[in-house]
């Protein structure tokens, strides 16, 4: 481990114990996702207390997330919800939304929370089509390469006021490469590009250093 790397795993292990200590539900959310063999793709804590927070001050009753992993920060983002709240969270195998489904159950947000399988590009229209209400706030963490296609979506169930966040951005700083080949570059940048070009869109992009390494998000809200 380089030693930028450790300096980054200290900082954010001060701010997690001090600002966003996790509870037994996160971590066993963590625990039986490993056991499981799900990768370690997971937020992490103090970028989960961010989701909570931004749906706090977004006053969200209505979350999308799409990429459920084992619902680590699906339990984040639906701990920010009223009791009459409801949060969508799509996966695409259905191993790791079982493990989320059990997670979920566990941290007391079955009754607000569900998880549907399936590809999520299969899954929106679906959605769709049962002419939800909008949806306050949607977090975007699944393949890369759909980035463009899941903000258009976001788009399309979401309102005038709503937040739609990108994570994973910056890809090692590969984002600035036009000419990458990396299907998740390029998807990537598609979806940096549409909010750039989209007068429905008003956005801004954050690079983070920390446990996850060199990363960001993007932030947009809908604005027409």
Excluded at 178 to 196: I, N, Q
């Amino acid at each position: 481990m380089s030693t930028a790397q450790q300096l980054w795993d200290d900082v954010d292990a001060y701010f997690t114990d001090l600002l966003a200590p996790e509870d037994e539900a996160l971590i066993a959310a963590l625990r039986d996702s490993d056991a499981a063999g799900l990768p370690h793709i997971n937020v992490a804590p103090n970028q989960g207390k961010l989701l909570h927070l931004l749906a706090r001050i977004q006053g969200a009753r209505r979350i999308l997330e799409i990429g459920t992993l084992g619902g680590y920060s699906t339990i984040w983002l639906g701990r920010a919800l009223p009791a009459d709240g409801r949060l969508i969270t799509l996966e695409y195998q259905a191993k790791h939304a079982e493990v989320a489904r059990r997670n979920l159950e566990r941290a007391g947000l079955a009754g607000i929370t569900e998880v549907r399988v399936g590809p999520a590009l299969e899954s929106l229209p679906k959605l769709a089509e049962e002419q939800p209400e909008p949806f306050d706030l949607v977090f975007i963490d699944a393949d890369k390469v759909n980035n463009a296609h899941y903000v258009e979506w976001a788009l399309k169930l979401t309102r005038p006021g709503s937040l739609i966040l990108l994570d994973n951005v910056v890809r090692g700083g590969q984002v600035t490469d036009a000419g990458s080949e990396d299907p998740s570059v390029r998807g990537t940048r598609a979806a940096l590009e549409l909010m750039a070009s989209n007068p429905k869109l008003s956005a801004t992009a954050v690079q983070t250093v920390g446990s996850k390494g060199h990363d960001g998000f993007a932030l947009a809200r809908v604005v027409g």
